[in-house]
C-alpha cells in the first residue's frame, strides 16, 4: 500500500492559538481514513489546510506525489481531490440532476491528464445520472433541492463532491444533524460508493461506534496535535485516546 496523501510538519496557527501542530499524516490509498477529536482540536483546520481553504503556516501536503502545498481549492480539487463541508454547498433552486450536472462539468473542464480514467471520460449528463442511482435519488432527479429532506440534502451534497470523481473524498462530519438510522445509511452508502468507485475516503464523524467500524485507521487530535494513530482497536486501547474522550473510560 503506498499513501494518497501525506503531510509532513504541518502547522496552523491563528495568532497564538496553534490549531495544528506539527502534523505529519499519511493516507492509504483505497482505505477509510477517519479523524476524531474532542471539540476544538483542529479536525476541520486541517482539512482546511490540506484542501487549500486556508494556508498553513509551516509545512508541506502532498497528494498523488505532487506538492500541494498552498494551492487554492480549485486546483486542489484539479489534482483530484474533493471535500465536504458540514454547510451544505447545495444550490436549493434547481433540481438534483442540474446541481451533480454542474459538479460534474466542472471536474470536466480539469479533466486535462492523460491518467484520467476511461469512467471520467463518460459525458457529464451521464456521470450525473449513475451518481443519483448510486445515492439512491435518480427517482427525484427532476425535483427542486429545495424540497429535499435534511437527510437527503446531505446525500445530494455527497453525490455533488462525488461528482468531479476524486481519487480522494474528505468529508466533514457528513451525518452532521442526522438521526442514528440516517446516521448509519448516509456512511453505509459512502463507504459502499468508496468501494464501488475506487476512491479513499477521508473522514471527520462524532458517531465514534461508526468511526470503530468503518475506518481502516484512525487519527486522534488533541489541542491540535495528534496524540494517537492506528486501526480502531489500537486507537481504543490507548489510554491518551480514552482519557481525552472519557476522563479514562474505554471507547
Ligand atoms: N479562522 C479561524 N480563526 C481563528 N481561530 C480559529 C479559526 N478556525 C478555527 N479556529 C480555532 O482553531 C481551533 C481548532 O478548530 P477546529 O474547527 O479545527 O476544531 P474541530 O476539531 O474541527 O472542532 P469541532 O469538532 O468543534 O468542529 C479552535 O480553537 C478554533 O476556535
Known sequence: MSAILETDGLTKRFASLVANDDIDLAVEDGSTHSVIGPNGAGKSTLFNVI?????PTEGTVTFNG????GLPPHKVARHGLARSFQITDVFDGLTALENVRIAAQYGEAGAGSMWRSADRLAAPEERADGILEDIG???RAEQ???EFAYGDRRKLEIGITM???PDLLMLDEPTAGMGREDTVSTIQLVQRLSEERGFTLMLIEHDLEIVMSISDTITVLQG???ISEGSPEEVS???EVQRAYLGGAEL
Open 66 to 69: 505532487d506538492d500541494i502545498t
Open 224 to 226: 491540535g496535535a495528534v
Open 163 to 165: 461528482a468531479t470523481d
Open 237 to 239: 486501547a490507548d489510554e
Open 137 to 139: 435519488l435518480a427517482d
Open 144 to 146: 427542486r433541492a429545495s
Open 51 to 55: 484542501t487549500g481553504m486556508l494556508e
